[in-house]
């Protein structure tokens, strides 16, 4: 009969359920690293009060899905975070970390990446860098999977800590032993914990950018503002004015700005024009790291004057 052994709580044999039932859900956590980085995780990182590992090689597995993933289709995955306990007679943990592309809702698909012989000698989160980076555009899902393995007779493998739960379903805690192809969660064994595993990526935060207003006087003037988290780089901002009697009257002016911070704003102007009639005014804003956005206005040039009409 395998053995499961919760470190500092109880000893449970599989099959009886010791942990009480928490009816919450909890779901992935982002933690807010350098602007270029986040770590997704599904732990409670005020409740890591439990430590677990088994009597023989086994692995623990976060699953990452499309929830966490889809809004870093351009980043990278780049370090694995860990917590481990080298208490109760336990001075060394060896592992390998094993990342697995998408398979099915309960067992994971091929290997993408191995990186054997961890070695942790110390109570505390750890942090393995990946030596090649896993696009996250080649990926909607990834399994993180930490292979624990016995180097001392009569020690236990990797002892990891958990969290008080609520587990988050089919994502947080997936446990396997010797190298089975069976995946089962801890709540199967009554366990309704979170492994403390966790996922950086890496890349540029999504800017937002709007544009705001358009005016006129002497001239036509757009304000570009950026509504959202992260700053933008390398913004190209484009004015096209079409129009005028006979279409006589066509202006296309740009600009680039190399950085605009959240709720910063930037101009573009189409400088003098002169002319007679109804005109037509589009702009355009976009940069490396926010979505293309563009408005169209018109209005009326008299001479050298521009009346804009922002009817609503």
């Known amino acids: 009969m395998k053995k499961l052994l919760v470190v500092g709580v109880i000893v449970l044999f599989l099959g009886l359920a010791i942990a009480p039932s928490i009816s919450s859900e909890s779901s992935a956590v982002l933690s807010k690293l350098p602007l270029d980085e986040e770590e997704i995780y599904y732990y409670n990182p005020q409740t890591l009060t439990h430590t677990l590992g088994l009597c023989e090689p086994w692995q623990s597995a976060i699953r990452l899905t499309p929830d966490e993933l ?13 917590k481990t306990s080298i208490d ?12 697995y592309a998408q398979g099915s809702a309960s067992t994971p698909g091929s290997i993408i990446y191995q990186d054997n012989g961890l070695y942790f000698n110390s109570t505390g989160f750890q942090i393995t860098h990946l030596k090649e980076p896993i696009s996250l555009n080649d990926h909607s899902e990834l399994w993180i999977s930490f292979d624990w393995k016995q180097k001392t007779n009569g020690s236990h493998p990797g002892i990891i800590f958990c969290d008080d739960g609520p587990s988050t379903p089919l994502k947080g805690c997936w446990l396997s032993y010797n190298h089975s192809s069976a ?16 996922a950086i990526l890496e890349g540029v935060g999504k800017a937002e950018l709007s544009i705001t207003n358009i005016i006129g006087l002497t001239e036509v003037i757009a304000e570009i503002k950026n509504i959202g988290e992260y700053p933008a780089y390398n913004i190209e901002n484009t004015m096209i004015v079409n129009g005028g009697i006979l279409g006589r009257i066509h202006r296309i002016t740009s600009n680039s700005i190399i950085e605009l911070a959240p709720d910063e704003t930037v101009h573009i102007n189409s400088d003098l024009i002169f002319g007679l009639g109804l005109i037509d005014v589009r ?12 408005t169209s206005k018109s209005g009326l040039i008299f001479g050298p004057f521009v009346f804009i009409f922002n009817l609503i």
């Open 283 to 294: 702009v355009t804003s976009n940069s490396s790291n926010a979505y293309e956005v563009s």
């Open 88 to 99: 109760h007679g336990q001075t060394e943990i060896w592992a390998d970390l094993i990342i």
């Open 183 to 198: 995946w089962n969660e801890l709540s199967d064994y009554g366990l309704d914990y979170n492994w403390a595993i966790g």
């Open 70 to 82: 889809s809004p870093y289709q351009d980043w990278n995955l780049t370090k694995i975070t860990v």
